[in-house]
């Protein structure tokens, strides 16, 4: 059974520095990571989707995949007092395309 | 970006009762979801669903519960009867024409069984 952990728990930086997230999961044979982000109260909204080992930008949004170290990442570039929410890494792939696993995720604030 | 709307927002019901969450999906997708979270846990995936049969469910899909988009409409989750441990926020998703494109999110619907 797929496994997603997340670190770490909670986050805070200053607004402007980089901020990176970690993802790790079990099944070597996922193929589909996506990060999204919680805003309280809220629904999810998808930041980058990532299907192939190395990078993806999405503007401030940048996914980092290695398959064979089990890992993704998130960075976000410049990352304004808005970007304050929960962050969930999120998989699929191997033997269910349908469903995602989510970690717990991190919750980052960023400070003006 | 896609919009998922949920209705209602927050649902307080006593345990035994039943009660249907509605999931109002992005207009042109066809793949449907449902996912359960209890406070302070990971979001868990319930069920999708696809011209009008179940594609995949988990252990958490117990037999109380039951998934319906009659005539294109709302897309449903029926829980009868509830139980205590079915307090959570539940969120619903859709995603267009492939199973693995992006699931859309609605903000939950959170349901506590009294």
């Known amino acids: 059974q797929q496994k997603v952990q997340q670190s770490p728990e909670s986050l805070t930086v200053s607004e402007g520095a980089m901020a990176s997230l970690n993802c790790t999961f079990s099944?070597?044979?996922?193929?589909?990571f996506r990060w999204y982000r919680q805003h309280s109260a809220k629904g999810l909204e998808v930041l980058v989707s990532i299907f192939s080992d190395g990078e993806k930008e999405e503007g401030r949004f940048t996914a980092h995949l290695n398959r064979a170290n089990l890992h993704v990442s998130l960075h976000i570039r410049e990352p304004q007092p808005s970007d304050s929410a929960v962050y969930l890494c999120a998989v699929s792939g191997g033997g269910s395309n349908y469903k995602l696993t989510f970690g717990k995720g991190t919750l980052l604030t960023v400070t003006p | 970006g896609p919009k998922v709307l949920q209705i209602p927002s927050h649902q307080i019901i006593d345990m035994g009762q039943m009660v249907t969450l509605n999931c109002d999906p992005v207009s042109n997708h066809l793949y449907f979801y449902w996912y359960k979270q209890i406070l302070g846990q990971q979001m868990e995936f319930l069920v999708n669903f696809y011209n009008g049969k179940v594609m995949e469910k988990s252990k958490l899909f117990k037999d109380q519960f039951s998934v319906e988009r009659p005539d294109g409409s709302y897309f449903t989750l029926k829980i009868q009867p509830t139980a205590l441990e079915d307090s959570a926020v539940y969120f619903c998703?859709?995603?267009?024409?492939?199973?693995?494109?992006?699931?859309?999110f609605g903000p939950g619907t959170r349901l506590l069984v009294l």
């Open positions: 099944d070597g044979t996922s193929n589909n």
């Open positions: 998703a859709s995603s267009s024409l492939q199973a693995g494109d992006t699931q859309y």
